[in-house]
């Protein structure tokens, strides 16, 4: 009896070891419409990492390490995850990561959901392949181009919640 028990407390362990290591990175917890000090506060980044202050600026970029943003998502160390900011509003997460061969496309399909129309371009040698779907409230695109030995996989989460913020800022870049 005792032996059942020390067996089933192992096997829970590993299970709840095995579910925190394949967990991956959800961006979705930066949610769609936080203020720009909010994220910083939440990456708690230092200063170095903070645009200077505009007195109503439209639009603000957030630099940040992808290590800090996914600690335990390999694929982002050395990536820089760019957060845009309309109106003091997150509105779009970029990254672009340079590498071997494919891994973002992978990650995102396990975070946001399988494309079914991947071109058979995305599956050269050298890749050239661009994807767009959308996920509950996000509009995601995709990239991969194939560069000198090495392929470049980029991509855009959009939130489909704040396009009056896009409308809005684009009249105001025309209007300049």
């Known amino acids: 009896m005792k032996k059942n028990k020390i067996l089933i407390c192992a096997l829970l362990i590993q299970v709840l070891f095995i579910g925190t290591v394949q967990a991956k990175c959800s961006l979705e917890r930066f949610k769609f419409g936080i203020s720009y000090n909010t994220l910083m506060s939440k990456l708690k980044l230092d200063a170095e990492f903070m645009q200077s202050e505009e007195k109503g600026a439209a639009k603000q970029i957030l630099f940040a390490p992808g290590e800090v943003v996914c600690k335990n998502e390999k694929i982002f160390e050395d990536v820089p995850v760019d957060f845009i900011f309309l ?12 590498s071997e061969s494919l891994v973002l496309i992978d990650w995102l399909e396990s975070v946001y ?24 409230n996000a509009v995601i695109a995709y990239s991969a181009e194939y560069f000198s ?8 989460i959009q939130s489909l919640n704040h396009q009056k913020d896009f409308e809005r800022f684009n009249k105001e870049l025309k209007d300049l």
Do not use: C, T
């Not at 109106?87 to 340079?98: A, G, N, P, S, T």
């Not at 079914?116 to 994807?131: E, I």
């Open 87 to 98: 109106y003091d509003k997150l509105v779009e997460i970029q990254v672009m990561r340079f």
């Open 113 to 136: 959901g399988e494309n079914a129309n991947k071109p058979n371009s995305l599956y050269f040698q050298q890749p050239n392949a661009q994807l767009y779907w959308e996920s509950s």
């Open 149 to 156: 030995n090495e392929v470049m996989e980029s991509f855009i």
